[in-house]
């Protein structure tokens, strides 16, 4: 298929690129100037440079220019997460075990990890998980789930199914979309006495919300895990690009 005018002139401004024709750190011609060469509309123009916007070449600022940011397409690695558990999994041979199971309205500082107003409700499960057959904690997690899918905690396979599958089943609420937020902090005196380890000791904190159609969480789960207690391997591959 023969490409159309906008293609043609995306192609011709790449391999001017590639070619050092315009260095990095340089300015294409301006829109006009690209316009009279290639004998082509402004809208066809910039349908060109939006390829090259896209493929990382150029960067484009309202009086500024067009500015040249890359002499190569930039080589893109993308992570696919087959499904939510695979969203910074645990090993198949974990259990949960529950240890607090509570009716809370947020303070101040859990409004602010949860990004929710002060005193909404939430119904809170606070768990340990451990490799089955061992002692030791690999996290503590606290799950806040919207009041109304409280009874999760009766559903069979409770402590071995992820609870956003327990709600899908349980109550029709499917997951839109999550969101993986992933910082250092150090614990709290209750976290620690559950986990075995010194207050305020350093541990990774991931937190997962679980988003409606609406964009509304309506589970949000905050795992603590210690020094030492937890790997997270995530695999890459090139992903192509159309030129």
């Not at 004998?39 to 009086?63: E, F, N, Q, W």
């Not at 409700?121 to 996290?139: E, H, M, N, V, Y």
């Not at 000791?201 to 609406?214: F, G, K, T, V």
Request: include cysteine; charge should be positive; hydrophobic fraction near 35%.
């Amino acid at each position: 298929m023969k490409n159309t005018l906008y293609q043609q002139i995306s192609k011709a401004l790449s391999e001017r690129i590639f070619q050092g024709q315009y260095p990095l750190g340089s300015y294409l011609p301006t829109e006009e100037k690209l316009c009279e060469e290639f004998h082509a509309s402004h809208h066809t123009v910039r349908d060109a440079l939006k390829i090259l916007v896209d493929k990382g070449l150029i960067t484009r600022r309202a009086g500024s220019g067009t500015k040249v940011i890359a002499a190569q397409e930039p080589t893109v690695f993308a992570h696919v997460a087959g499904d939510l558990r695979h969203l910074f999994s645990y090993p198949q041979n974990t259990v949960r075990e529950n240890q607090i199971v509570e009716h809370v309205s947020t303070d101040a500082i859990l409004s602010s990890t949860l990004l929710c107003p002060v005193g909404t409700p939430w119904f809170r499960i606070g768990a340990l998980r451990k490799l089955t057959g061992s002692d030791q904690p690999l996290c503590w997690t606290d799950f806040y789930l919207l009041p109304r899918y409280s009874e999760v905690v009766k559903l069979k396979n409770h402590f071995l199914t992820p609870v956003h599958e327990q709600i899908e089943s349980g109550y029709g609420q499917r997951v839109e979309s999550a969101t993986v937020n992933i910082g250092l902090v150090r614990l709290t005196k209750e976290v620690a006495f559950a986990l075995g380890v010194a207050e305020n000791s350093p541990a990774l904190r991931i937190i997962r919300r679980y988003l409606d159609a609406q964009k509304n969480a309506f589970e949000i789960t905050v795992s603590y895990h210690p020094e030492g207690r937890y790997d997270c391997e995530l695999n890459f591959h090139r992903e192509l690009r159309l030129r």
